[in-house]
Nanobody
Framework: QVQLVESGGGSVQAGGSLRLSCAAA????????VGWFRQNPGKQRERVAS??????AYAESVKGRFAISQDNAKNTLFLQMNSLKPEDTGMYYC???????????????????WGQGTQVTVSS
């Protein structure tokens, strides 16, 4: 059973930065897609960034501002978020998936493993 635990969320003013971390227990990130999703009430969970075998992908809305990285030795995933905007507000979830086809899947349904989420609030 994969266990994912996020940390690093909080409240920040627009233009600020936050760094999210996700620690994995039981199983390694190696050989899996790992990524970050965010969700707001009443909306679908959106993939923000993903990484597999060193290859990264980002939602258009965060390109150039967010950076995903991983430390395989520590089995930890990171999301550096810079130049934050109010529309970045949401619950951020760490996720892992063994489904790798032409990159990491977009749809949340293809990600079986989830953390409990960490709230990010950006005020204007």
């Amino acid at each position: 059973q994969v266990q994912l635990v996020e940390s690093g969320g909080g409240s920040v003013q627009a233009g600020g930065s936050l760094r999210l971390s996700c620690a994995a227990a039981v199983v390694t990130f190696r050989g899996r897609c790992v990524g970050w999703f965010r969700q707001n009430p009443g909306k679908q969970r959106e993939r923000v960034a993903s990484i597999y075998d060193g290859s990264t992908a980002y939602a258009e809305s965060v390109k150039g501002r967010f950076a995903i990285s991983q430390d395989n030795a520590k089995n930890t995933l990171f999301l550096q978020m810079n130049s934050l905007k109010p529309e970045d507000t949401g619950m951020y979830y760490c996720a892992a998936s063994q489904y790798v086809t032409m990159g990491c899947p977009l749809g949340a349904i293809y990600w079986p493993y989830w953390g409990q989420g960490t709230q990010v609030t950006v005020s204007s």
